[in-house]
C-alpha cells in the first residue's frame, strides 16, 4: 500500500497524515443527521466494540463469582492479574510481534521511522525502551489496573454501592454505557494535565514519557500512581448509579484502549486492502511536544477549550511555538 497517497515524509523518514484530526462535527452542526450515522458508526467499531467483547467474555467466563468477591483474597486478586496480563499479552503482543517484530509493513504510515529497538537509551531499564516498557507494565501498569478491579467488583458484591438492574432501568444505563468514552475523556484529560504540573511530572508522570517514539508496550508502562488515577476512571460507576459490567467495560476501555495513543503507525495494514485505523496521532504529537494534546481523540474538545490542541498542522505548530516562547519569556522575567 502506497502511504505516500495519505501523507508525506520529511527527510528524516517520519511520516504525517494529509488529513489533520478534527473534533467531532456535532460541536459546530449538532443537526447535521447524516453525519451522525458515520459519527455513530465510527463510534461503536472498531475498538469500542472490542473493548465490549473483552468485557463479556471477562463477565460470562473469567469473573469469579460475587460470593467469592465479597471477601478481600489474594487467590482472586492474583487471577484477575493473571487474565488482564494474559489478555494485554495477547493483544499488545501480537501488534508487537508483526508489526514492531516482524515490520511487516516496514515504516508505511509510521509517524517516527525509528523503531525503539535502534535507539537504546540510559533512562530505561537494560537501556532497552521495549524491556523498560514490558516489565513497568506488569510491575506497575496492571498490579494497579488489577487493584481498581478488584476493589470495584468487592464494591458491588458487597452492595456497598447501589447496583441497578437493567430490566428495571434499561434507559439509565444504556445511556451511562453510551457515555462511558465521554467520561473516559473528561476524566483522562484532567488526571493527566495535573501530573504536568511540573512537580508531579517529574515524579509521576515522567517515567511514561521517557519514550518519546511509544511503541505497544508503552502504553501501560506507567508510575504506580499514574496507573491508579488512569484506571481510577472506573470508580465513577460507584457514584453514577451503574452496574458493574458498565464499570469493567469502563476499565477495559482505559486498559486494552491505551495502546490506542503508542501504536506508533496512523494505520495497520491487514492486508493489501484493508488498513486500521489507529488513532494515535493526537497524542503520538503528545509524546513528541509533550504540553499538547492532554486528552484522547478530542471527543470533548478539552484540548480545544484550553489552547493545547494540536492536530499536526503548521498552524497548531506555529501556535505551540509561540505559546512556548511566551512561557520562556514569562521564566526569564521572573529571574
Ligand atoms: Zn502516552
Ligand atoms: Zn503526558
Same mark, same amino acid.
Given at each position: %500500500?502506497?502511504?505516500? =497517497? ?9 511520516? !504525517?497524515?494529509?488529513?489533520?484530526? =478534527? ?42 463469582? *460475587?460470593?467469592? %468477591? +465479597?471477601?478481600? #483474597? ?5 487471577? @484477575? ?15 508487537? *510481534?508483526?508489526?514492531?517484530? +516482524?515490520?511487516? =509493513? ?12 535502534? /535507539? ?7 537501556? #532497552? /525502551? ?8 506488569? &510491575? ?78 508503552? #502504553?501501560?508502562? $506507567? ?9 481510577? &476512571? ?12 458498565? !464499570?469493567?467495560? /469502563?476499565?477495559? %476501555?482505559?486498559?486494552?484502549? !491505551? ?5 506508533? *503507525?496512523?494505520?495497520?495494514? @491487514? ?20 504540553? &499538547? ?20 498542522? +503548521?498552524?497548531? /505548530?506555529?501556535? $505551540?511555538?509561540?505559546?512556548?516562547? !511566551? ?6 522575567? +521572573? =529571574?
Amino acid at each position: %500500500m502506497d502511504d505516500l =497517497q495519505y501523507g508525506t515524509r520529511n527527510k528524516r523518514g517520519d511520516w !504525517a497524515p494529509n488529513t489533520h484530526p =478534527q473534533i467531532p462535527f456535532f460541536w459546530s452542526k449538532p443537526l447535521d443527521l447524516g453525519k451522525w450515522v458515520t459519527f455513530l458508526v465510527g463510534y461503536v467499531w472498531p475498538w469500542n466494540a472490542f473493548h465490549m467483547a473483552v468485557t463479556l467474555i471477562y463477565w460470562n467466563y473469567l469473573l469469579p463469582d *460475587f460470593e467469592t %468477591m +465479597k471477601t478481600l #483474597s489474594w487467590g482472586w486478586a492474583l487471577w @484477575l492479574y493473571a487474565v488482564n496480563g494474559i489478555g494485554i499479552f495477547a493483544m499488545y503482543g501480537s501488534i508487537e *510481534f508483526f508489526y514492531y517484530w +516482524k515490520r511487516r =509493513q516496514g515504516t508505511r504510515f509510521k509517524y517516527n521511522s525509528k523503531f525503539p529497538s535502534e /535507539q537504546p537509551s540510559d533512562v530505561f531499564w537494560f537501556k #532497552s /525502551q521495549n524491556i523498560d516498557n514490558f516489565l513497568k507494565s506488569y &510491575v506497575y501498569g496492571i498490579v494497579f489496573w488489577t487493584l481498581v478491579e478488584v476493589l470495584i467488583l468487592w464494591s458491588f458484591a458487597n452492595h456497598y454501592v447501589p447496583w441497578l438492574d437493567w430490566s428495571a432501568h434499561p434507559v439509565w444505563l444504556a445511556v451511562l454505557l453510551l457515555a462511558t468514552p465521554l467520561i473516559h475523556e473528561v476524566h483522562f484529560f484532567t488526571i493527566h494535565r495535573i501530573i504536568h504540573i511540573p512537580i508531579l511530572y517529574k515524579w509521576v508522570h515522567s517515567l511514561h514519557h521517557n519514550s518519546v517514539n511509544p511503541s505497544p508496550w508503552s #502504553s501501560l508502562s $506507567m508510575h504506580p500512581v499514574e496507573t491508579f488515577l488512569y484506571h481510577g &476512571v472506573a470508580f465513577w460507576h460507584l457514584v453514577l448509579f451503574s452496574n458493574p459490567l458498565i !464499570a469493567l467495560f /469502563q476499565l477495559n %476501555m482505559a486498559g486494552y484502549g !491505551a495502546i490506542n495513543g503508542h501504536i506508533g *503507525f496512523d494505520k495497520l495494514e @491487514l492486508n493489501d486492502e484493508t488498513t486500521l485505523d489507529s488513532h494515535a496521532y493526537l497524542h503520538y504529537l503528545h509524546h513528541k511536544y509533550f504540553e &499538547v494534546n492532554y486528552g484522547g481523540d478530542g471527543l470533548i474538545p478539552l484540548d480545544q477549550w484550553f489552547g493545547s490542541w494540536h492536530d499536526g498542522s +503548521k498552524e497548531a /505548530q506555529d501556535r $505551540m511555538e509561540a505559546r512556548y516562547a !511566551a512561557k520562556v519569556a514569562r521564566l526569564n522575567a +521572573k =529571574q
